[in-house]
């Protein structure tokens, strides 16, 4: 492959990797991770609502990393209140999983930003081996894919594992109790999924840039050293 071809392949990994970056970015500032439905039990069950008369009980969440809002409904109309994770809902999440997927989006924003950086630098700069090299490229992809991997598996486990959106509709809730009608994964969710499949992209264009994957060589026998050994 021709040192131009290098160079248009490195810089559509970095302009997708910079790409990615924003996306991360502003999924972190929005509140667009999960929206669902919450059932207000309580008053469902003293009027024993069914059919169309459940809906009048059903109410809607959405959140992010950081704040949320949601709309109860028991009946009487819609109650909508903003709500914020920190430092409100420490006490009532868990908190040390939730702060683990805060923390490696975060990572996960910088390594995609240093991941454009050294691609720029091999399609226009002199790199040498190690990380400033093929070698360093990988790295920071393969990083960047575990870290949005990460992500992903860490916030569907408090979800789905730890109902996340049922303990927030029943904050300093003490005369209602509300349960998860539906959820489900919104457009920031997704961004993160759709930086994974990028970096993992990326990795292949290395490769298609005439790179090996780091620790694939084999060293080459000496044969005649093999040779004079056994003249002895």
Not at 54 to 64: D, N, S
Request: hydrophobic share 45%.
């Amino acid at each position: 492959m021709t040192k131009l071809q290098k160079k248009v392949i490195f810089c559509l990994a970095g302009t997708l990797s910079f790409a990615c970056a924003i996306g991360i970015a502003a999924a972190l500032g929005t509140q667009l991770w999960l929206r669902g439905t919450i059932l207000c039990k309580t008053g469902a069950v003293l009027v024993n609502a069914t059919g169309d008369e459940l809906k009048k009980f059903i109410g809607e969440i959405q959140y992010g990393l950081f704040y949320g809002q949601r709309i109860k409904q028991c009946g009487l109309g819609g109650r909508p209140t903003a709500f914020s994770f920190f430092p409100d809902l420490l006490n009532a999440i868990p908190a040390s999983m939730h702060v683990s997927v805060i923390t490696f989006s975060i990572t996960l924003l910088v390594f995609a930003l240093v991941g454009t950086a050294f691609f720029m630098f091999n399609a226009f700069g002199n790199p040498y081996q190690t990380f400033h090299g093929p070698v360093g490229l990988y790295f920071w992809s393969f990083i960047s894919c575990s870290c949005g991997s990460l992500v992903l598996i860490l916030f569907s486990s408090e979800v789905k594992i730890h109902n996340l959106t049922e303990k927030i509709a029943n904050y300093k809730e003490v005369g209602f109790i509300f349960k998860t009608e539906s959820e489900q994964f919104e457009n920031s969710f997704w961004i993160i999924l759709v930086c994974i499949l990028v970096h993992s992209f990326n990795i292949c264009l290395i490769r298609l840039a005439g790179f090996d994957f780091p620790f694939t060589k084999t060293k080459d026998l000496d044969t005649s050293s093999g040779a004079i050994d056994l003249m002895y």
